[in-house]
Each structure stands twice: as structure tokens, then as C-alpha cells.
């Protein structure tokens, strides 16, 4: 028998399906880790947008409703919603803003306003 130097069909054909199976694992969690900073980010925005609602609010004139503050154009994709409960004390009430993102509701922030 002679030495041969080189690599046979065998070890490449091998090599090939392992480095394959590896960019089918990094390629998938790759398209997972951009879902997950979609996600966060689109929950961020929703959450940041809530603060500002739920202060507009607290800046008005104290009233049974309230028509949400307008929402920067960059965001046109977002909504808010306001919700007031009186409280059984008359001076209080419980403010609730939901955002939603293309009709989809990301999250509901509470608070409180005094008369």
C-alpha cells in the first residue's frame, strides 16, 4: 500500500454536513435573537410612550375623560387609549393607558389623579 496524502470523499462529505448543521444552528438563532430585540424595542417604545400619556394626563384639568396626547409621527404606528375609574373617594381617579402597536395592544400603564 502506498501512503496518500489528502483528504478521502468520506472526510469531506463529513466535514461539509458538519459545518452545515453548525450555520443551520447559528443562522436560526441568529433570526431569533432580531425577534427578541423587535420585540423588546417595540415594548420599550410602548412603555415610554405610556409615561408621557399617563403625565399628559396629569397636566389636564381634572375631567371624567380624556382625549390621549398626540402620538410624534415617527410612531404613527402606535395608539393610545385612556381609561378613567373614579375612586370612591370623588377626588381620585385610577388612569389607565394601553398602547397598541398596528391594533395590537403592547402594553397598560395605571395611574393615579388628584383633584
Known sequence: MKSENGFSLIEVLISLALIGIIAVGFLSSLSTVSAVVLTADERETAKNLAETQVEYVKGQ??????????????????????????????????????????NKAVTKLEGYKVK
Do not use: C, F, R, W
Request: proline share 7%; hydrophobic share 30%; charged share 15%.
Open 61 to 102: 384639568v381634572y375631567a371624567t375623560s380624556y382625549t390621549p396626547a398626540s402620538i410624534s409621527p415617527e410612531y404613527g404606528s402606535y395608539t393610545a387609549m385612556i381609561d378613567v375609574e373614579p375612586l370612591q373617594d370623588s377626588n381620585i381617579q385610577k388612569i389607565t393607558v394601553t398602547i397598541k402597536h398596528n
